[in-house]
Each structure stands twice: as C-alpha cells, then as structure tokens.
C-alpha cells in the first residue's frame, strides 16, 4: 500500500534537489530560461497539440540532463582523490550527453518555430 507520507517526503527531496540545482547550476538557469522563451513562442504562435509535445519532451531531455550532469559531478568531485584519472573523462562525457540533448532541442525548435516566423517575415 502507498503511504502517502512517504510520497510527500520523496517529492520534497526531489523539490529540494531542484532548486539546488538551479542555485548552484549556472547551464541550468540558462535552460530554464530558454525553456520559458520557448513557452512564450509556442504561447504567441498557438502551436499545435504535437508541436508542444515534442517540445515538452526536448525541454525535459535537456533538463533532466543537466541535473543528472550536475549529480554525476558531485559524484566524481567526491571519488577525485581516488580515481582522479577518470574523473575529467566522467565529465566530458556527460557534459557530451547535455549538448546532443540541447543539440536536438535546437534542432526540434527550429523546424517547429521556422515556418511560424518565415510567415510572419512573409507578410
């Protein structure tokens, strides 16, 4: 049976995590920033049904990528002194993952928003 308690207790944790991260995090205000620009274009150009669920799922690749980024961060920061060779490799590749996720968003934004703006520019 769930306990809703224990719901509540997990959701604040989860809460909490996140506006740590967005403290701390400079790429992740930058995101979520550019996540609200999206919000507002989509909003003017009333785009459609499937337009704003692709875009909500390349919005939260984005962020969730770069929370797990900051967390795999605090991870190898903690095990430096001991495998300080794998470390910056760590890194490197999760800081890869955040930019094919922002790459594709990029990509996905551009052939939602393109036709709105051409005809826009048109007129």
Known sequence: MIKI???FKSYSY???GLFKTFREEQNLKIQIFASLLVLV???????SRLEWAVLTLVVCLVLTAEI???????????????????????KDIMA???L??????????VIIFLPYILEIIKK
Do not use: M, W
């Not at 797990?68 to 760590?90: G, H, M, Q």
């Not at 094919?100 to 934004?109: E, N, P, R, T, Y």
């Open 5 to 7: 308690s224990r719901l």
């Open 14 to 16: 989860a809460v909490k």
């Open 41 to 47: 274009l989509g909003i003017y150009f009333r785009i």
């Open 68 to 90: 797990t980024n900051s967390a795999v961060e605090r991870i190898t920061d903690v095990l430096k002194p001991r495998i300080n060779a794998y470390v910056k490799e760590i």
């Open 96 to 98: 890869a993952a955040v």
């Open 100 to 109: 094919l996720s922002s790459i594709a968003a990029i990509i996905a934004g």
